[in-house]
T-cell receptor, first 113, second 113 residues
Framework: DQQVKQNSPSLSVQEGRISILNCDYTNSMFDYFLWYKKYPAEGPTFLISISSIKDKNEDGRFTVFLNKSAKHLSLHIVPSQPGDSAVYFC????????????FGAGTQVVVTP | DADVTQTPRNRITKTGKRIMLECSQTKGHDRMYWYRQDPGLGLRLIYYSFDVKDINKGEISDGYSVSRQAQAKFSLSLESAIPNQTALYFCATGGPFSNQPQHFGDGTRLSIL
């Protein structure tokens, strides 16, 4: 039973526009959420995270929003650049999971010129 | 040099063979993890270790074993490989706190014929 779900397997966006990636979770014990970016033939690299005590965290072009009541988080990339073309994974861990991460299935983002 | 190094990067082998995937890290982290990635399923945890004397099963440990030879080394073995273990395998390390991101190697692509 997947506790972290990314329902959009792919997203195409024009360069310069906003990319919005969505993630839903079911486990109310999750208190730390992360986004990873993955290029082909490379491992996932950490992008941005958010603790459950916050509802927004921003780092440059990347912003993560957390809606705890809806068990939903999103990643906004503004403006999107060609180098942002990658697979993005949402992940979560909880106080009961000792740092073990649960991952979503990933969203393939393609940024077109 | 990469902080988390996996060897081999690619491996093709036959059903029934024993295979070892190796992981070494220079980050000085105590926590190490093995994940596998399958299309449409994201990353799933196989085994994890919080220090040299600590080994724990993850979500999908059947058919796998691990060895933590030192703080910096964590290997994954497939005792008798089967075709449905064909996947991309990732090693990761993590800091001492559960609200810290994990750092991944570049993966081993394993094909079992």
């Amino acid at each position: 039973d997947q506790q972290v779900k990314q329902n959009s397997p792919s997203l195409s966006v024009q360069e310069g526009r906003i990319s919005i990636l969505n993630c839903d979770y079911t486990n109310s014990m999750f208190d730390y959420f992360l986004w990873y970016k993955k290029y082909p033939a490379e491992g996932p690299t950490f992008l941005i995270s958010i603790s459950s005590i916050k509802d927004k965290n921003e780092d440059g072009r990347f912003t993560v929003f957390l809606n705890k009541s809806a068990k939903h988080l999103s990643l906004h990339i503004v403006p999107s650049q060609p180098g942002d073309s990658a697979v993005y994974f949402c992940a979560a861990s909880g106080t009961d999971s000792w740092g073990k991460l649960q991952f979503g299935a990933g969203t393939q983002v393609v940024v077109t010129p | 040099d990469a902080d988390v190094t996996q060897t081999p990067r690619n491996r093709i082998t036959k059903t029934g063979k024993r295979i070892m995937l190796e992981c070494s890290q220079t980050k000085g982290h105590d926590r190490m993890y093995w994940y596998r990635q399958d299309p449409g399923l994201g990353l799933r945890l196989i085994y994890y270790s919080f220090d040299v004397k600590d080994i724990n099963k993850g979500e999908i440990s059947d058919g796998y074993s691990v060895s933590r030879q030192a703080q910096a080394k964590f290997s994954l073995s497939l005792e008798s490989a089967i075709p449905n273990q064909t996947a991309l395998y990732f090693c990761a390390t993590g800091g001492p706190f559960s609200n810290q991101p994990q750092h991944f190697g570049d993966g081993t692509r394993l094909s079992i014929l």
